[in-house]
């Protein structure tokens, strides 16, 4: 019934910006840290970028100072803002969530389908 649908990934000129969203559905109670992994072809996948409930973020050290993490809590969705972009950032980028179902007492985790991004001229 819980699901994260991702969208916004797409090509892009290198030295551009794209903007990826990540929306939790369905019946939940209480949502805990979001965020964003990628994983390129023949790599391992690599946390991106985090958000926690009070607004703690983490950062990938390949992206600091040039991504960051947004949130709308009341929408249940999270953003990831790539600026500058690289040809190194092609990759899959997958959202996560951790959270609670409704009517439950436990955190569990999600995972989005993921979206491409490519970074190429």
């Known amino acids: 019934q819980v699901q994260l649908v991702e969208s916004g990934g797409g090509l892009v000129q290198p030295g551009g910006s794209l903007r990826l969203s990540c929306a939790a559905s369905?019946?939940?109670?209480?949502?805990?840290?979001m965020g964003w992994y990628r994983q390129a072809p023949g790599k391992q996948r690599e946390l991106v970028a985090s958000?926690?409930?009070?607004?703690?973020?983490n950062y990938g050290d390949s992206v600091k100072g040039r991504f960051t993490i947004p949130r709308d809590a009341a929408k249940k969705t999270v953003y990831l803002q790539m600026n500058n972009l690289r040809p190194e950032d092609t990759a899959v980028y997958f959202c996560?969530?951790?959270?609670?179902?409704?009517?439950?007492?436990?955190?569990?985790?999600?995972w989005g389908q993921g979206t491409q991004v490519t970074v190429s001229s």
């Open positions: 996560y969530a951790r959270l609670v179902k409704a009517g439950g007492s436990r955190w569990d985790e999600y």
């Open positions: 958000i926690t409930p009070s607004g703690s973020t």
């Open positions: 369905g019946s939940i109670d209480v949502m805990g840290t």
